[in-house]
């Protein structure tokens, strides 16, 4: 089972800028989609960014514009920049791995990302 940690949270501004990262303990070009989700609290989880592994992006809407995912198949990294941060922003947020065949779904730990002046 890969194992998965985020680095990157912390306070900052609003209108500030973070970089999350996911450095996977074997290879993300192995799972079929790497994204990035968030929890606020008393909030249900929701999908923020996914990058497939043909590169194919998708964002949660509020997020479309200021932030972007990317990976890095050399280092078994992928990032989260966030820019523009907002108050809503402010969530606990997680790394996933999903493979579909064999089926997969491999889980950070979280970093907590807090927007607040």
């Known amino acids: 089972q890969v194992q998965l940690v985020e680095s990157g949270g912390g306070l900052v501004q609003p209108g500030g800028s973070l970089r999350l990262s996911c450095v996977a303990s074997?290879?993300?070009?192995?799972?079929?989609?790497m994204a990035w989700y968030r929890q606020a609290p008393g909030k249900q989880r929701e999908l923020v960014a996914s990058i497939s592994s043909v590169d194919r992006i998708n964002y949660l809407d509020s997020v479309k514009g200021r932030f972007t995912i990317s990976r890095d198949n050399a280092k078994n990294t992928v990032y989260l920049q966030m820019n523009s941060l907002r108050l809503e922003d402010t969530a606990v947020y997680y790394c996933n791995a999903k493979n579909f065949i064999p089926r997969r779904d491999a889980w950070g730990q979280g970093t907590q990302v807090t927007v607040s002046s």
């Open positions: 074997g290879n993300i070009f192995d799972f079929n989609i």
